[in-house]
């Protein structure tokens, strides 16, 4: 089966597995959306029924406590009609009687022509007394309505003229007029039920506690009629609603659960929860059933485009017999077998003989460990040549459990090829190296005769009489012809470098007096610039070491520090403490121009002065680089600090003892081998470059 092949199937299952999730997914969600709509209808079932029972409780409570009082008020109009002209006093007998401590009146009055002359208690609603009907439209419309229809009505609640609210329950009252056979209106028998008192005997204000509820009807005109009690928005949530019965009309309560019918109790929090974990666990099986699916899918799928695409060659041979199973086009290319005759042969057919022992000896020790390789060989091509591989592989087994080989197969004609050039390259430098080596030894030796004899006859010159200015100039040829020796000398000890041998005279050596010689060597030019030398730590210890070199060393760095010094400036040398036991540390520091952090990974390069080239600073620039050698030869360390214009550290340190016990010495003379110059870097990230 080919790629496109593999990946379109792939992909086809991926699909398929995402698309059965997804689905099982959907059907499980409605299904839980389905059962917890029933809990949740059968939850709110359950409310209905709970307010729906406290709410009948409170309703047949309002409608006893209305009608108790309301009996009490019909009474007291019997009498009426029985005696029309009943004086204050009677009136006020009778009343008293009705005032109980089950009755929520706040007053009685009788109103013979729509005007208040009976009240009962006067006290606190003398206000009421006089009251006319007929001025207070409001009113008035309640009392025509108790009129026009012979019964009495209930009405209000309202604001009382002596304060506060009521029920007014209102009776009108005719008279019989045997001469006409007609009955005559008297008037109103009213009596204002408190309001607050009625609610709170009924047992409203402790149940709106635990429900919102809420009542409209104002005058008896049910539902058509104002919310005198609770939210009206209570009406439009659904509520539990009924009818209160009044003598002439009615009044409709509602009500509903604290908060709404929203299911937010614990029963229904632990069945949602219950919901989801069963979805989970059904859910979950499928999911990780379809990431394994998906998971060896994907492996498949970058094992056949890793296989396919891979530059190196990969093939799967039996281990029995060595037959190949398959194989990519990167080991097909070399080989120059077509798939189906390389899938024909064994890798016995395209293996030297030479090599047989070697496949043999790979064989066995993947037998035990699993894994052959990396090993090189060469194959045989299908016209008979030969090319160099590297070889590297595993042992598998398929679902038979037959043992196979996976093999990668690098074809390294190129690295061959590569390796040998640069074997030549390397060859071809390493001799240009010491012919350029030897030129300058060469050279240098040459160079040094004809300026002996110059610094000889210089300074035979010199003890001659010549006139000031002529000595001048004699002095200035004896300066240049120094400065030139040195320069050659260097010069002759880079060659050396370079060709890997230089000597090493070894012997006892006092420090203090090596410090002394060097520090007399630099005053003249320290003091030309003004700058103060100073000098601590001194010991009497001594090192093991060559003396001359030594010299070379410190003096190289103290007239480096006095060079790129400041006038004035200063130039202190200690011997300190190493970190290194058994180590002695010469540490040179200066007030100098310092050199930028950026320049550190610079340090110790041959021929590279930094900033400097540019300068009047004489120099050549492998001044430290020989140092460093040099100090790395005799088995010690060197380094420094630096920030760019306050100064510089240098510092080195040697073994006191013992620091070329590797080495054969002869005469107390040793010669060892340097590395190759190259570009320095040190663990210590602040050394400085100076020449």
Request: glycine share 8%; hydrophobic share 40%.
């Given at each position: ?12 299952s ?30 709110e ?39 029309p ?18 009755a ?42 108790a ?37 005559a ?34 005058d ?32 409709q ?24 974990l ?63 005759e ?23 020790s ?90 000889g006859f ?73 700058i ?13 070491t ?16 006095i ?70 030869l ?58």
């Amino acid at each position: 089966m080919n790629n496109a092949a593999h990946l379109q199937n792939f992909l086809q299952s991926r699909r398929l597995i995402f698309f059965l999730a997804i689905l099982i997914g959907i059907c499980l969600l409605m299904m839980g959306f389905y059962a917890d709509h029933l809990h949740s209808r059968n939850l709110e079932r359950e409310k209905r029924d709970s307010v729906f029972n406290r709410l009948s409780l409170l309703r047949t409570n309002l409608e006893s406590k209305i009608t108790s009082n309301t009996q009490l008020v019909q009474g007291l109009a019997a009498s009426f009609s029985v005696e029309p002209d009943l004086s204050v006093e009677k009136f006020t007998q009778l009343a008293r009687y009705l005032f109980n401590d089950g009755a929520q009146l706040r007053n009685i009055s009788a109103s013979p022509d729509l005007i208040i002359r009976y009240m009962y208690p006067i006290k606190g609603n003398e206000a009421a007394v006089g009251f006319n009907f007929r001025k207070h439209p409001q009113q008035l419309e309640s009392v025509r309505r108790a009129r026009d229809s012979g019964n009495l009505i209930i009405a209000g609640p309202v604001n009382l003229v002596q304060g506060g609210q009521g029920f007014i329950a209102r009776i009108p009252l005719f008279l019989e007029n045997t001469a006409a056979k007609k009955r005559a209106f008297w008037g109103i028998i009213s009596a204002v039920i408190d309001v607050n008192q009625l609610f709170q005997a009924s047992g409203l204000l402790d149940s709106a506690k635990e429900l919102d509820i809420a009542i409209r009807g104002k005058d008896g005109l049910g539902e058509a009629g104002e919310v005198f009690f609770g939210d009206d928005q209570i009406f439009e949530q659904h509520p539990v609603l009924l009818d209160i019965s009044l003598p002439n009309g009615f009044w409709q309560i509602a009500a509903i659960p604290k908060g709404g019918w929203v299911n937010t109790n614990y029963d229904s929090a632990i069945f949602r929860l219950g919901l989801i974990l069963t979805g989970i666990l059904m859910l979950l099986p499928i999911i990780l059933i379809g990431k394994i699916q998906l998971k060896k899918r994907d492996s498949e799928a970058r094992l056949e485009a890793l296989f396919v695409m891979s530059p190196i060659g990969i093939a799967l041979n039996e281990f029995e017999t060595g037959k190949f199973i398959e194989a990519n086009d990167a080991l097909l290319a070399p080989t120059g077998y077509s798939r189906e005759e390389l899938l024909s042969l064994t890798y016995w057919d395209i293996t030297p003989a030479d090599y047989i022992k070697q496949e043999a000896q790979q064989r066995e020790s993947m037998q035990i460990k699993g894994r052959f390789g990396p090993y090189k060989r060469e194959y045989i091509r299908k016209n008979g040549s030969r090319y160099p591989v590297q070889l590297n592989g595993i042992m598998i087994h398929d679902t038979s459990g037959r043992k196979l080989i996976w093999s990668m197969v690098e074809d390294i004609t190129e690295r061959k090829a590569v390796e040998q050039a640069l074997i030549k390259a390397r060859y071809e430098a390493e001799r240009a190296s010491k012919a350029k080596s030897e030129f300058l030894s060469h050279m240098s030796h040459e160079l040094r005769t004809p300026m002996n004899a110059i610094l000889g006859f210089s300074q035979l010159l010199e003890l001659e009489s010549f006139d000031d200015r002529h000595l001048k100039y004699i002095k200035e040829i004896k300066s240049a012809g120094i400065h030139l020796l040195a320069l050659i000398d260097e010069v002759l000890d880079s060659a050396k470098i370079e060709s890997g041998r230089i000597d090493l005279r070894l012997e006892w050596v006092e420090i203090d007096s090596i410090l002394e010689e060097c520090i007399s060597l630099v005053k003249i030019q320290a003091d030309q610039q003004n700058i103060k030398l100073t000098q601590s730590g001194t010991t009497d210890k001594v090192l093991y070491t060559d003396r001359v070199r030594f010299k070379q060393i410190a003096l190289n760095l103290i007239n480096n520090a006095i060079k790129y010094n400041r006038q004035g400036g200063w130039v202190h040398i200690e011997l300190g403490e190493s970190d290194h036991p058994g180590y002695l540390k010469i540490i040179v520091t200066d007030s100098g121009i310092g050199i930028a952090a950026n320049r550190m990974k610079e340090l110790f390069q041959p021929f590279n002065r930094l900033d400097a080239a540019g300068s009047t600073i004489e120099g050549t620039g492998i001044g430290l680089s020989l140092t460093r050698q040099i100090i790395e030869l005799m088995g010690g360390h060197v380094g420094a600090e630096s920030e760019l214009g306050i100064g510089s550290t240098f510092w080195f340190e040697l073994p006191m003892e013992g620091a070329n016990d590797q080495a054969t010495t002869t005469n107390n003379t040793t010669q060892k081998s340097l590395p190759e110059l190259e570009q320095v870097s040190d663990s210590s990230d602040h050394y400085v470059k100076k020449d």
